[in-house]
Every structure is written in structure tokens, then in C-alpha cells.
């Protein structure tokens, strides 16, 4: 059975930091990428940040390009995403999720491409 399980979310004053861990089990790790994606209350969940575990392709949401990365264990089966210089505007609830990935050209994105998801850890950001 394919698991995820996100941890690190809480409660950040704007410019501070937070890493945000994605535990992962039930399935190969290195054929899948690893997507971090955000919802706020009253909008779309978006991307945040992904990484194909295979090759190390990553992808960054132009709005938190500079300020998060995204990194994985392929020992630990692990994902991290490293977020920095936050802003009231990142509060939302965070979510890792899982794709099968093996081709550069077919690197997954988008929340619909993901099959497998977690349940979410919440990140707020004070002014």
C-alpha cells in the first residue's frame, strides 16, 4: 500500500523558515517523482515544487523560486522541502504526493498527473 505521510508544517512569523518532510513507503522510490503541492482556503491546489527521484529533475513554481528547495533521500525514501524567506501569502495546507516518473519528457507537474497523496500539513504564516 502506497503511504505518505507530510510533516514539519506550523505556525511561522513572514521571513522565517520551515522544512517540511514527505515519509513515503510502498512502492520503488527511484521510479517515482515527488511532487509538494499547496491549497489555501478558497483556491485551486497548485504546485509548489517536484523531483524525479530516478535523475534529479526538479521544478519550481516561479513563486517560490529562491526561496524553497526541494531535495530527496533515495536511502530514506524521503522528500524535504526546504522553505525560506517565507511569505503570509505561502499559508496554505501542504501536500507531498507520488507519480511513477521514468521519462524527462513526461515529468509529472500538475496536481492531476499525481495518483497517490498524503493527508496534508498545514503551514501559516503570520505578518
Known amino acids: 500500500e502506497v503511504q505518505l505521510v507530510e510533516s514539519g508544517g506550523g505556525l511561522v512569523q513572514t521571513g522565517g523558515s520551515l522544512r517540511l518532510s514527505c515519509a513515503t513507503s510502498?512502492?520503488?522510490?527511484?521510479?517515482?517523482?515527488i511532487g509538494w503541492f499547496r491549497q489555501a482556503p478558497g483556491k485551486e491546489r497548485e504546485a509548489v515544487s517536484c523531483i524525479g527521484n530516478s535523475d534529479g529533475t526538479t521544478y519550481y513554481a516561479d513563486s517560490v523560486k529562491g526561496r524553497f528547495t526541494i531535495s530527496s533521500d533515495n536511502a530514506r525514501d524521503m522528500v524535504y522541502l526546504q522553505m525560506n524567506s517565507l511569505k503570509p501569502e505561502d499559508t496554505a495546507v501542504y501536500y507531498c504526493a507520488a507519480e511513477v516518473y521514468f521519462d524527462v519528457d513526461d515529468f509529472p507537474i500538475q496536481p492531476y498527473e499525481y495518483e497517490h497523496w498524503g493527508q496534508g500539513t498545514q503551514v501559516t504564516v503570520s505578518p
Open positions: 510502498g512502492f520503488t522510490f527511484v521510479n517515482y517523482a
